[in-house]
């Protein structure tokens, strides 16, 4: 996922983090400037 982040072209983009967690890779694509929604049953 990384990777897939470090080279997409859009300046910004909305992403839907399903089963997040604490959060760690919304947190992460996040401070790549996207806007981020996390959604985690637990």
């Known amino acids: 996922m990384v990777e897939f982040f470090e080279n997409y072209d859009d300046e910004?983009?909305?992403?839907?983090?399903?089963?997040?967690?604490q959060g760690?890779?919304?947190?992460?694509?996040?401070?790549?400037?996207?806007?981020v929604l996390g959604v985690d049953t637990a």
């Open 24 to 35: 760690r890779d919304a947190l992460f694509i996040a401070r790549k400037g996207h806007s």
């Open 12 to 21: 910004c983009a909305t992403v839907l983090d399903s089963g997040c967690g």
